[in-house]
């Protein structure tokens, strides 16, 4: 069964073998595969959602629209979207691979570990987001600009990965466009 295991990987990011979703994360986490997606509306403005206070890594903190795992054999693409619908309740168009080689590492206050290579992606919703309340206590469609602001000047009220996503990305021009003009 291959529902709940998640694909560890090499320094390269090549998959050498599998653990249990529910075990991996730990003070000792392996690296392994993992993806954030962004979800944004027809107004130019980001999906944020509060992590519910029953997640095991941060939460109760603010972060991107949503992050998982694929399954061994899954595409990113399909793990996306399966996601989409498990965590927010909708399914999600135009789907682009902004960050590809996104990757982070980070302790949360318990000492768990976040060790994962996580390319970032950027989506739109289709039809209206009703989160699972074990995943997400809160949402806000957010203006990019200003979410990039708190990233720049209070880093510590979102997750250390968004915080990192926010710099990679760059100029809080409304990423989802530029993504969609490139393609």
């Not at 979703?21 to 027809?42: E, K, N, Q």
């Not at 979207?81 to 682009?96: M, S």
């Not at 203006?143 to 990233?151: L, R």
């Amino acid at each position: 069964m291959t529902e709940d295991l998640v694909v560890l990987v090499d320094p390269a990011g090549h998959p050498v073998g599998t653990a249990d979703r529910t075990t991996v994360h730990t003070t000792d986490t392996p690296l392994h595969l993992a993806f954030s997606c962004h979800l944004v509306d027809g107004e130019g403005r980001l999906l944020m959602t509060r992590r519910a206070l029953v997640k095991r890594t941060w939460p109760g903190v603010w972060t991107n629209s949503f992050c998982g795992h694929p399954r061994p054999g899954e595409s990113f693409d399909d793990a996306v979207h399966r996601y989409a619908v498990r965590e927010l309740g909708v399914e999600i168009a135009d789907l682009c691979c902004v960050l590809p080689d996104f990757r982070y590492r980070a302790v949360d206050a318990s000492g768990v570990v976040e060790n994962e290579v996580c390319p970032v992606y950027l989506a739109r919703p289709v039809g209206t987001v009703r989160p699972d309340p074990d995943e997400v206590m809160e949402f806000a469609w957010t203006p990019i600009a200003d979410i990039w602001a708190v990233a720049e000047h209070s880093p510590w009220l979102l997750s250390p990965w968004f915080v990192d996503q926010v710099d990679a990305l760059g100029s809080a021009e409304d990423p989802y466009r530029a993504a969609t003009r490139e393609n």
